[in-house]
Every structure is written in C-alpha cells, then in structure tokens.
C-alpha cells in the first residue's frame, strides 16, 4: 500500500525550492533503499521539504514518531476516526518495493505509533498504474490527509507530482465515500461494496446474452401462426 516502485514520473512537477511550505500535518517517512532515489515520490517529497525522512536508530524524530504510519503490514484500516492522532501527531510512509515486502523490517518501526492500511485505491503512478492498492508514497499519503480531512495539505503534495491530478481522478467515488465513514468498519464495508461493484459488468454482459437468446427464440416463434380452430401452422409466407 505504501511500498515505492521507480517512478519514471515522479520529476514531473516542479522541484524549484520556493521556500518552507506550512503544512498542517506533520509528515515523515521510513527509506529502505529499494528504489532509486531519483525516481522516488517519497524523496521528492523530501528534497522539497514537504515531508521529513526518518531512521530506524530510535533516536531523532522517526524514533519518537506518535502519529500514524501506513504500512502494508498493518492489520486495521485507517479512517476519519484516525484524524485526530494525524493531525496532531503526524502521517508517514515507509518506502519499500512491493516485489521485496518479506524482507523489510516493519517490526523496527516505531512501536508508540499507530499502523494503518489503506482502503481499496487504484494507483494513478506510471509504474502500477491503475491497479488496486500498489499506491507509492505520495499517493498512500495522498489518500491519508484526504481520508483525514487535511484536505489543503493534500493539495500540496497532489501539486508535486504529476500524476497527482489523475490519481484524484480515478478514486474519486472511493474517496468521497470514505470520507463520510466514522470508523474502520465503516470503511471495511464501503470497500466490499465496491469490490462487489467491480464485477459487475461481468454480470451485465451475462444478462446481456441471455437477453439475446431470449429474443431470438421470439422471434423463431413468430414464423408460426394459430388457425380458426386453434392448430399451430408455420406462417405463409407471400413470394
């Protein structure tokens, strides 16, 4: 969920240093060195001074870091129910592949923080484009401030990616839907019903079938006729 791909695109946007950037959440990230750090959303975000990078030592901020860290190792959901410990602790990703996950060391994070997974979201990046729930770190905290009600800082960071637009784009419904859920399992359900939306059109295209085979079994009835005395003919067809 918040595992980092190389991103061909991730220099899109502008990374002209036009001073400090007051953001209302503190935000943060974990490197384990599994991308090129040129193609890296997360050390964009870093080189613009919009989110800070943490270490693993236990010492300095990532040691006594409180806020919430979505990771795809986390066992609940995040929600609006999360947005006071978001926004007055902070929001952070750990960069990591998602071809590498056994071996990346979540249980060194810090402990007094709060690990979250992220709800169903197709990926807008170029790597994982359109696949559910392969979101890099700009994306994965994205979703979190909007999920969270840092809506304006969430402007910020979808204005330093280029993709950021489009991966609005493509979770809209999805994300408007779980801004209006109060906990985890309300997000849990909105999730089923949108996986169970997903397959719909397989259904549709089923009916659709049927519909037409109904119809020309119709059709095939109608080159009979019923005489004056209730006898099924084949129609006569006039040459």
């Not at 890099?136 to 800082?153: M, Q, S, T, Y």
């Amino acid at each position: 969920m918040t595992s980092e791909d190389p991103d061909p695109f991730s220099g899109s946007g502008s990374d002209v240093d036009e001073g400090p950037v007051k953001l209302s959440v503190h935000m943060g990230m974990w490197d384990f060195s599994r991308c090129d750090p040129k193609k890296c959303s997360g050390r964009r975000l870093c080189r613009l001074r919009l989110i800070s990078e943490f270490r693993l030592s236990g010492s300095g901020a990532g040691g006594k870091f409180r806020g919430v860290i979505l990771t795809p190792s986390a066992t609940a959901v995040l929600s609006p129910a999360d947005k006071d410990i978001v926004l007055g602790r902070g929001l952070a990703v750990v960069d990591c592949s998602w071809a590498q996950l056994d071996a990346v060391p979540f249980h060194k994070l810090p402990r007094a923080a709060s690990q979250r997974l992220l709800p169903l979201l197709l990926a807008a990046n170029p790597v994982n484009y359109g696949k559910p729930w392969r979101l890099n770190c700009a994306e994965a905290l994205i979703a979190g401030l909007l999920i969270c009600g840092a809506d304006k800082d969430a402007d910020v960071l979808i204005g330093k990616v280029g993709y950021g637009e489009e991966f609005i784009r493509l979770n809209q419904e999805y994300l408007d839907k779980y801004k209006t859920c109060r906990n985890s399992q309300e997000i849990l359900d909105a999730q089923a019903k949108f996986l169970a939306d997903l397959d719909k059109p397989a259904e549709s295209e089923s009916e659709d079938f049927e519909s037409s085979e109904d119809d020309s079994e119709y059709e095939s009835e109608s080159e009979y006729e019923t005489d004056n005395l209730g006898n099924r003919i084949e129609k006569v067809k006039i040459v």
